[in-house]
């Protein structure tokens, strides 16, 4: 629960993909000077996912602008550095060149999204095994892009189309914290950002008490360069400037401590209301994300099946509720999400979530 002064004011929670957090120095790398546009566009993406899936899959600048805190202008604005000339890749480019449309700052960063692979890590548990699984796998984000240009006229107005990987739409369902949306501008004008997304993801870990020994470590996610010759400094630096200001965010207490090392300082975080675990609360977490992993397939679905880019709204809840249209397939991608988030077969899945499946697609319930 947030407990900020700020965060109550006008608070949007959304799960967010722990790589956010844990990754985001090397995703930073990745994406060089587009970082923070594609931060903001996968965020966009993934509260599509959860809160407005209608919206999915298409992005109408007047929208992202207002939502993310962009000058419509800046985005639209001509890429200094097309990242499709990067590696002599001149597909798009050059079709671009011929329909006389320069590529815009917004289309470098989905190109991005598009064209890099990522480090993403997940947790699975094998229950034959009866072990914790850990991996990491290089991904695209964005698996589609389509820039849809709605007349010749040199104003036309554009928006644009595209498809995340199955990967992506995992992680958001299993490997996630939750972080508020509408603070992310004001953060990264304070350069709070990363630290603010590393402090989530311990809060949502559980823990109560949580030990940071990579001093270097935070300072990079701080925004902080390390000082040799003044190590003192950068310490209390990190303290004041920092950590201090993101308990206006976060309900949090922190004190630093002697370790072993380079630098020889460390952390202590504590998170007060991490003291009980509230397993009821966690069982509804985790049963929305399922919910969400699953209409997120089956709106995927849907869009093939029928070949459309736009969903209506009541048309498609009436396809989703008849029973009578599709219901065999409909089941199917149940089960088989269902399979894939909980490890088994899709026949176990099948068997085991044959009511819930019923339910699912139950208009009266």
């Not at 270097?216 to 925004?223: M, N, P, R, V, Y």
């Not at 679905?301 to 969903?311: H, T």
Request: proline share 1%.
């Amino acid at each position: 629960m947030e407990t900020g002064n700020i965060q109550l004011k006008n608070s949007h929670v959304i799960r967010i993909d722990k790589n956010f957090s844990e990754n985001s120095l090397d995703w930073l790398k990745v994406f060089g000077q587009d970082a923070n546009l594609c931060f903001d566009i996968i965020l966009y993406v993934s509260n599509d996912t959860q809160k407005d899936i209608f919206n999915f899959g298409k992005i109408d600048l007047n929208r992202f602008s207002k939502t993310m805190g962009y000058s419509k202008n800046n985005l639209q604005a001509k890429a200094a550095i097309p990242a499709q000339t990067e590696l002599e890749n001149k597909g798009t480019f050059n079709a671009l060149e011929r329909s006389k449309k320069f590529i815009t700052v917004f289309e470098n960063a989905l190109y991005k999204l598009g064209r890099f692979n990522i480090p993403v890590t997940s947790i699975s548990y094998d229950r034959e095994k009866g072990e914790q699984v850990l991996t990491t796998n290089f991904i695209q984000i964005i698996k589609e892009i389509k820039i849809h240009v709605l007349s010749d006229k040199v104003h036309s107005k554009i928006f644009y189309s595209y498809t995340t990987s199955e990967e992506f739409d995992y992680n958001l369902s299993r490997y996630f914290f939750f972080a508020d949306l509408n603070l992310v501008k004001e953060l990264r004008d304070k350069n709070l950002l990363l630290l603010y997304f590393y402090l989530k993801n311990i809060e949502n870990g559980k823990h109560h008490q949580f030990i940071e020994r990579d001093f270097e470590k935070l300072c990079l996610f701080a925004g902080i360069k390390m000082s040799q010759e003044n190590i003192k400094y950068t310490k209390k630096n990190l303290q004041v400037r920092k950590l201090s200001k993101v308990k206006d965010y976060i309900d949090f207490d922190y004190a630093p401590i002697n370790v072993s090392g380079k630098w020889k300082y460390g952390f202590n975080f504590i998170f007060k209301n991490n003291k009980e675990k509230i397993e009821d609360k966690d069982f509804e977490i985790i049963a929305q994300a399922d919910r969400d992993f699953i209409d997120l397939k089956l709106l995927k679905y849907y869009k093939r099946r029928y070949k459309i880019g736009d969903v209506n709204m009541e048309t498609y809840k009436a396809w989703f509720f008849n029973k009578d249209i599709d219901y065999e397939n409909k089941t199917n991608i149940y089960f088989n999400a269902m399979a894939e988030l909980y490890k088994i077969t899709k026949e176990k899945a099948s068997t085991r979530f044959f009511k819930r499946a019923e339910i699912f697609f139950n208009k009266t319930t």
